[in-house]
């Protein structure tokens, strides 16, 4: 059975600060590790999807690792912005579908 | 569409009474899952879906929570004689294949029992 961790479950940072989310998963079989953004109130917003067979995915000020045999992936965010506030998740995709980790609620303080 | 569109947003209902909940997957994609997040907490997976085929309702409370996804329907999703701890946000995502493609979310159906 697949379990999905993130760490730390809540960050507060002062803006324009460089910061990395961690997602651990036990089961390495996976398709894809995707990581989601949800604002209070809404639903989620993809952010970035790395495949099983790529290490990293980049989309603006928005880095994701993946590293399949440790289990692991990480969500960089550089200069971080109040803007940046949400709750980031993970998601990890296999043949039974995808299992989600709690979270980590992240404040970006002007 | 390029949305996954969940309805109603926001429903209440009575202890005990029926509710039911739509989704709408993206045309094309032939995945579609239900979650569940009970006050802001971790996603809860339910059933899934490929095509109209049950593909995976490991998740599914069986007693009272029933789902279908008919061609040419929204797929349903439907509480009988709701409880208390059923409150909770359901959100409905798809996929385009099961395999490589990412999930799509709706915005969610926030379901209150009073």
Redesign the interface.
């Known amino acids: 059975k697949q379990e999905v961790t993130q760490i730390p479950a809540a960050l507060s940072v002062p803006e324009g600060e460089n910061l990395v989310l961690n997602c651990s998963f036990t089961d390495s079989a996976i398709?894809?590790l995707?990581w989601?953004r949800q604002d209070?109130g809404?639903?989620?917003?993809?952010l970035l999807?790395i495949?099983?067979s790529q290490r990293e995915q980049t989309s603006g000020r928005l880095n994701a690792s993946l590293d399949k045999s440790s289990g692991r992936s990480t969500l960089y965010i550089a200069a971080s912005q109040p803007g940046d506030s949400a709750?980031y998740?993970c998601?990890v995709?296999s043949?039974?579908?995808?299992?989600?980790?709690?979270?980590t609620r992240l404040t970006v303080k002007p | 569409g390029e949305e996954v569109a969940q309805t109603p947003k926001h429903l209440v209902r009575g202890e005990g009474q029926k509710a039911k909940l739509y989704c709408a997957p993206i045309k094309g994609h032939s995945y579609v899952?239900w979650?569940q997040q009970v006050l802001?907490?971790?996603?809860k997976?339910l059933i899934?879906f490929q095509n109209e085929n049950v593909?995976?309702e490991?998740g599914m409370p069986k007693e009272r929570f029933s789902a279908k996804c008919l061609p040419n329907s929204p797929c349903s999703l439907e509480i009988q004689a709701t409880k208390l701890e059923d409150s909770a946000v359901y959100?409905c995502?798809s996929s385009q294949s099961?395999?490589?493609?990412?999930?799509?979310?709706?915005?969610?159906t926030r379901l209150t029992v009073v």
């Open positions: 398709y894809n995707q989601f209070p809404k639903g989620l917003t993809s999807l495949q099983s709750t998740l998601a995709k043949s039974f579908g995808a299992r989600f980790g709690a979270g | 899952f979650y802001k907490n971790e996603f997976f899934s593909f995976d490991t959100f995502a099961g395999g490589p493609y990412g999930y799509t979310f709706g915005s969610g």
